[in-house]
Structure formats: C-alpha cells, structure tokens
C-alpha cells in the first residue's frame, strides 16, 4: 500500500504544555499544525498511539481534528531550533483548531455535542486511557455553537509509552476490565459533566453497541497496516495490542457496569 504524506514545510515552535515537545508547524498544503516528532523524548510509541486512537475514534464518529502522518527532513524549515536530524522522518499532526480553549467547568452545559461524553467514557476505557484532562478536550466557539473536540492520546493502551505483549497479557490475565484506574485517573474532567448533565444509563447502553458494532480484527488490522515501517511497531505487540483491544470491545457490558457502579447509577 503506497501512502502519500504531506510534508512539514516548517517548524515553528515548540509547545510548552506537553511531555512529547509537540511542535506548532505548517504543512505543503498551509494548513497550520501540530506535530509530535518521530524520535520525540517519550519515543515513537506515541506517533502509534496517536494514529491508532484517532483512526479509531474517526471510526466511531468522535469529534477529534484532522490528523495524520507528515514528513519532516532536511528541507523543513526550522525557526526556533526545534528540531534535529534524528527528528527527520514520519511524524503525527492534527490540524491546529483556531479560537479553542481547554474545556472549562462553567462550559460543559453549553455544549451542543454533551452527549458525546458517553462515547467518551467507552473510548478512554477501551484504550485505557488514564490522561483526559482540560488540555486535551478543546472547545470550540462560533456564533451559534458551542463544542468539544478530542486530541492528545499519546499516552494509553494501559503502560502509555511502554507497552508491549506483556503488559496486555497479563493485564487479561488479571480481568483488568475491573480496573477503576480510568475513573480515578479522569474523575475532575469527567465529574465536569456530571456535575452539568443528568446521566441517563440508556444512552451509554446504545453508546456501547455503537463500539461492538465498529471495531473489529479487521479494521485494526488496516489501522496497523497504515503505520510507517520506520516507527519500529513489532508483529508480536502490534497482534498483542489488537487481542487486547477485542478483549477490552468483548467485555464492553461489563466496562458499563463498572462506571455505573462506581458512580452509583441505579
């Protein structure tokens, strides 16, 4: 399969509000973007985890910024020393959102796309995602809308930038669908939401079929066949990784009844 990637025409700044030093940058098409560096402090299990979570969440139809895997080298231009020659290779961006700001408190209840938080709560938990917070739902704000988007999922699938077959293995082994680390992890974010909706238990039933009836061998099997060889993904963590995302799809009802539970939903 012959993928064309854009290129990173420039780099313009380093962020300061993230562990993997994304860079504000442009793209050959003058998008303006964000770009996480291949060979970034945190490795390039981050670029996987990236892809991985955004084609999944595209697939699942959540509200996330165009994404996708860029190409910087020698001719990328670099204003502010923000990259090195062993930056230079396939990268992740999303496109940069204009007037966003992290999602704050007093806003949730305004949100045209509230009930996407029932989507939300299944995805961080099938990706095992311990990282939601402010900076990473942005809300965006036009005349007549008011709404959140996903980004920054550099860190999950239980051991974040260190997984392996291992840690899946013996994360099945342990059940680790009873795992309350998730909620404890998110609680201030998610408790935003609780605190501005009336949680209705049915809406994440049928949020949950709307996952069962998605993600499948197949399609994650495309997603790890769309990642560049130079990321350096092993068969035998990439095949461990889709095991355990099944496993997590597979006992999905029982991820609902452990929310449920945990917040004390009749």
């Known amino acids: 399969m012959i993928i064309i990637y854009h290129h990173l025409e420039v780099a313009d700044y380093i962020l300061t509000n993230g562990c993997t030093n994304p860079v504000r940058s442009k793209l050959d098409n003058n998008k303006t973007v964000i770009t996480k560096l291949f060979n970034n402090e945190q490795g390039n299990l981050t670029l996987v985890n990236e892809y991985i979570c955004y084609k999944l969440a595209l697939a699942l139809q959540l509200p996330v910024s165009k994404s996708g895997i860029c190409i910087c080298d020698a001719q990328t231009l670099d204003l502010n020393n923000c990259i090195s020659p062993s930056n230079y ?136 066949e769309e990642l560049p060889t130079e990321w350096d993904l092993k068969k035998e963590n990439s095949d461990a990784l889709i095991e355990y995302l099944l496993y997590r799809v597979y006992y999905i009802e029982n991820i609902c009844d452990v929310i449920c539970s945990y917040w004390k939903i009749i």
């Open 89 to 224: 290779g396939p990268c992740f961006y999303s496109t940069y959102v204009e007037k966003s700001t992290p999602l704050k408190a007093g806003i949730v209840r305004l949100l045209s796309n509230i009930d996407i938080f029932y989507k939300l709560l299944l995805f961080d938990h099938i990706i095992y995602n311990k990282d939601r917070n402010i900076f990473n739902l942005l809300t965006t704000y036009t005349k007549t809308d008011i709404s959140f988007r996903l980004i920054d999922h550099s860190h999950v699938f239980k051991n974040e930038t260190l997984w392996d077959s291992n840690c899946f293995k013996y994360g099945m082994q342990d059940f680790d669908i009873n795992d309350t680390d998730i909620l404890l992890s998110n609680q201030p974010m998610y408790t935003m939401f609780l605190q501005s909706m009336s949680f209705e238990k049915v809406k994440l039933w049928n949020a949950k079929d709307i996952f069962i009836k998605t993600i499948n061998e197949k399609m994650l099997l495309e997603i790890i």
